[in-house]
């Protein structure tokens, strides 16, 4: 890498402007792993406060920062199963878990291991009998099948090799969920590159040390082929490969990142199964290992992508490819059969040979067409305009990852009396108080939301003074869940208190901070196409770095009413949550769970919350604005995810109105949208009945 042809200056900082456009810079990368790492909270979080004992961590592209919108990547999120131990040594056995020997010897596959079951009460092997998912082997030993994660998941969890896949769901990237067991020792296959001593190369000793008091899992997939296929366990380094990632420099990202699209431009349709990214990562790794630091720069990106493609032609060449930590796993072996392989090493020649010539051809981000362009001397317009788009992306996707988890738990609530309810919802918070996470605190809002509101609705039925004051408390804690949800459910009890006044101000003050031309509704309710967000809102994610603040500013999410809230909910939206007749309910699935609650989207909603009051207050003028807002909310909003539920509003504000004929337009238009479990029909049979007798 010391000589660097003339060429090769200009055409390496030209690849670095084009990366630079299309999001791999530094300011991205971290963005990427700052919401990837919360989004992890929150899952993490979520899972526990429902009791399940088990830690979400996300691995791969999107974490590391190491991907583009091209190239599409996926997450791999492993489930940590917490309730068991894999161990290495009797002495690490732990009473009460499910406690699982590694056995690593000549028989088991480098890289793999047989997990042999132990029992919880003793420090000794099990002795039960064998089931569907153990195996008693020639010694005695009760090993464990891998097929023991066959039956996690559920319907949107789709079985995919070892891990069950969240697929194909708008705005949101596809997840690999992957079932594990974690081990807090590496294993012994490794001792060998936690021993090394590297005092000017890349990992250094630090490094290293870091990465030796990090767990590692074993992954529920048995190598391909292999004789003990099915008892086999993968073990997985994945927490030391991404804390190494993260101490890379923005060209040895931008490195592995072209790798990838040189692998999905020339390699992956022809020949599929053959050279994954996994082992392109790899490669980058002991490159960059075999190498000095400062030689990774800017000036000599497109003579260290040479380097990289140049150390993977002579793996596939030989059919050897280490594992970066576990180098007796050879991550190659098997892959390329014989007749697939002379065609990979000549497309592999043809890129290295062509002196950048190839890198024209990558269609990926149109990064061939704007590198052309920058070597012709254009300069692009607007450069920041695909990160700025990522930036929004990343944000809003947190905010549905947030609604999800707290919608989990209000489907968990909703067939419960308030005061049950109040109390499980009570104990959710305190078994987590003292946790001061930025998740903690995100989730922490919305439920204290519906507590308040839980016990206003418990006050209105029993006129219960102490019980009101505990509402406005818990109802005030969850103000700044995001720009107006937290508010509406304020205004909605002050409402139904008859305090009209209050309610005004608050509304006012909803008004004033939801920014029509920034703020991004986020509804989790059910999968539907969502449009492009606002450049407004993508714009301010990029320029902030305080994204949980940010939330609080441009998200809205919908409001929810479960039935112990009822007495706290309008009138008018009371009818959502009897939508269902029995003839729509053998329409509705597992996702559906929602309809049994009033659920509306956030702007509409405020809408109607004001033409309400002004009606009460005999604000003309205002009122007929209100209404006026409503309809132009419902035509001119593409993202409301219930826009049926504010039609039905709509329409019952021009019943209001006596406007017989464009309510039953509204509801007409509602059922248009969902034609059944929809409250609309409801609203036309007592239209027709009011029309019918006058």
């Not at 019980?467 to 818990?474: D, G, I, R, V």
Request: proline share 3%; charged share 20%; net charge negative.
């Amino acid at each position: 890498m010391s000589r660097i042809p003339d060429y090769a200056h200009n055409l390496s900082l030209k690849m670095s402007q084009v990366m630079d456009g299309i999001g791999i810079n530094e300011k991205i990368v971290m963005k990427r792993r700052k919401a990837m790492l919360l989004n992890e909270s929150i899952l993490t979080l979520t899972q526990q406060l429902r009791g399940n004992d088990v830690n979400m961590f996300n691995f791969g592209s999107q974490i590391e920062g190491t991907t583009t919108l091209g190239l599409q990547s996926d997450t791999d999120c492993v489930i940590s199963m917490n309730t068991y131990n894999v161990i290495q040594d009797w002495s690490e056995w732990e009473y009460g878990k499910r406690n699982l020997l590694m056995i690593q010897d000549e028989n088991v596959s480098p890289g793999y291991c047989l997990l042999q079951e132990l029992r919880d009460d003793a420090p000794l092997p099990e002795v039960v009998e064998v089931n569907d998912h153990s195996y008693r082997d020639r010694m005695g030993r009760i090993l464990l099948k891998n097929t023991i994660f066959n039956s996690v998941g559920n319907n949107e969890l789709l079985r995919h090799g070892p891990a069950h896949s969240q697929q194909d769901v708008p705005g949101v990237n596809d997840n690999d969920f992957v079932p594990a067991f974690p081990s807090r020792l590496y294993p012994v296959k490794a001792s060998h590159w936690l021993c090394q001593h590297r005092e000017e190369h890349w990992p250094t000793n630090d490094m290293i040390q870091y990465c030796r008091n990090m767990r590692c899992f074993v992954v529920g997939v048995g190598k391909t082929g292999s004789v003990n296929e099915i008892l086999e366990w993968r073990i997985s380094t994945s927490f030391a490969e991404r804390f190494l990632m993260f101490t890379l420099n923005i060209t040895q990202i931008r490195c592995y990142v072209l790798m990838k699209m040189i692998l999905k431009t020339f390699i992956s349709q022809r020949f599929p199964d053959s050279i994954s990214s996994f082992i392109c990562k790899t490669v980058l790794l002991h490159c960059i290992s075999f190498t000095r630091s400062d030689s990774w720069n800017e000036n000599t990106h497109f003579i260290c992508l040479s380097f990289c493609l140049s150390t993977l032609y002579n793996c596939v060449q030989n059919e050897y490819c280490p594992h970066f930590v576990i180098t007796q796993n050879n991550l190659l072996s098997g892959r390329i059969s014989p007749e697939s392989k002379p065609l990979i090493l000549e497309t592999l020649r043809y890129v290295i040979e062509s002196y950048g010539r190839a890198l024209l051809e990558i269609e990926c981000d149109n990064f061939g067409i704007c590198l052309q362009s920058s070597l012709n001397g254009f300069i692009q317009i607007n450069e920041h305009v695909i990160p700025t788009r990522i930036a929004g992306l990343l944000l809003n996707n947190t905010a549905l990852f947030m609604n999800e988890s707290f919608k989990s738990f209000l489907h968990e609530m909703k067939d419960l009396s308030p005061r049950i309810a109040t109390q499980k919802l009570l104990t959710i918070i305190a078994n987590h108080h003292n946790e001061n996470t930025k998740a903690n605190r995100l989730i922490t809002r919305h439920l204290c939301s519906s507590i308040g509101s839980i016990l206003a609705s418990l006050n209105i039925y029993q006129q219960d003074h102490l019980t009101y004051k505990k509402a406005l408390s818990f109802l005030s804690l969850g103000l700044d869940s995001d720009v107006a949800s937290g508010k509406l459910k304020l205004a909605s009890v002050f409402y139904c208190t008859g305090d009209i006044e209050r309610t005004e101000h608050i509304l006012k003050n909803i008004e004033e901070c939801y920014d029509l031309s920034v703020v991004e509704p986020v509804c989790t309710c059910y999968v539907f196409k969502m449009s492009p967000r606002r450049d407004g809102f993508d714009r301010l994610c990029y320029e902030s770095n305080e994204e949980c603040t940010l939330l609080k500013y441009i998200t809205a999410l919908c409001v929810c009413f479960i039935r112990c809230e009822i007495n706290c909910c309008p009138f008018e939206l009371q009818h959502e949550m009897f939508r269902s007749t029995q003839e729509d309910l053998a329409y509705r699935s597992e996702d559906d769970e929602w309809m049994d609650m009033a659920v509306v989207d956030s702007l509409p909603y405020l809408y109607f919350m004001q033409y309400k009051i002004y009606s009460h207050l005999g604000k003309q003028d205002d009122k007929q604005r209100a209404l006026s807002n409503i309809a132009r909310t419902i035509d001119n909003e593409p993202n409301l995810g219930h826009k049926e539920t504010a039609l039905n509003l709509l329409g019952q504000c021009m019943e209001e109105e006596n406007n017989l004929g464009n309510a039953f337009k509204c509801y007409a238009r509602s059922l248009q949208i969902r034609r059944r479990n929809n409250s609309a029909k409801f609203h036309i049979c007592k239209l027709l009945n009011k029309l019918i007798n006058n």
